[in-house]
């Protein structure tokens, strides 16, 4: 089955400092991945995806970035943190041969606070 | 743009009871429909999932049930128990890459 970490868990950045949230995945090849951001009180947003190393699509034009040097990483980034980037940050897996009748499997998620 | 919508921010239910949790969408180009748990700091994980081509799917305890016409589905918990209470969302797609989630409907089972 597949597994998700993410880190870190818990994170507090000061306003213009840059970000790297990690992400990577086990038990599963050349996976569908994303990354998603649940602002207070609201539903779960679309970021970015990748399908492939080096592929990145986004869906929100932000001050955010993706990357995927690796099959199995994932990576979101910012040069410098606003305020309004505060959230919880998942990260998304679909595998190989896995329909949609299996969902996708996420990450436990970055609590991440712009101060 | 909220094409999933689930517009009950919170339910409460008596252990025992049923729970249901709805959902309306406004794009009739889904054709796959999911429903996740969450708990505080984690997250999301699967509940079960429903076909557009099918208007009920059951995995236990759990039903959900899909009304094309009226661009809505229902999540079906019973019996309910404490151990159910969680945030719930609604999501629909129709390609594995646009996945759209609901705000999410917060669930509380009293003992």
């Known amino acids: 089955s597949q597994t998700i970490h993410q880190w870190p868990a818990t994170l507090v950045q000061p306003v213009g400092s840059p970000l790297s949230l990690e992400c990577t995945v086990e038990?599963?090849?050349?996976?569908?991945l994303y990354w998603y951001r649940q602002a207070a009180g609201r539903g779960l947003q679309l970021l970015f995806y990748?399908?492939?190393?080096?592929?990145i699509s986004s869906e929100v034009p932000q001050n955010l970035s993706a990357s995927r040097p690796q099959d199995r990483q994932f990576i979101l980034s910012s040069k410098k943190l606003l305020l309004s980037d505060s959230g919880f940050y998942l990260c998304?897996?679909?595998?190989?041969?896995?329909?949609?009748?299996?969902?996708?499997?996420f990450g436990s998620g970055t609590r991440l606070t712009v101060v | 743009d909220q094409q999933v919508k689930q517009n009950s921010p919170s339910l409460s239910v008596q252990e025992g009871r049923i729970s249901i949790l709805n959902c309306d969408y406004t794009n009739s180009m889904f054709d796959y429909f999911l429903w996740y748990k969450k708990y505080p700091a984690e997250g999301p994980t699967f509940l079960i999932s429903i076909s557009s081509i099918k208007d009920k799917n059951e995995d236990g305890r759990f039903t959900v049930f899909l009304n094309k016409s009226a661009k809505h589905l229902s999540l079906h918990i019973v019996p309910s128990q404490p151990g159910d209470s969680a945030v719930y969302f609604c999501a629909a797609t129709y390609n594995n890459n646009d996945m759209r989630f609901g705000a999410g409907t917060r669930l509380t089972v009293k003992p």
């Open positions: 038990g599963t090849s050349n996976p569908n």
């Open positions: 998304a897996s679909l595998g190989v041969g896995r329909g949609l009748n299996y969902g996708y499997t």
């Open positions: 990748s399908v492939g190393i080096g592929q």
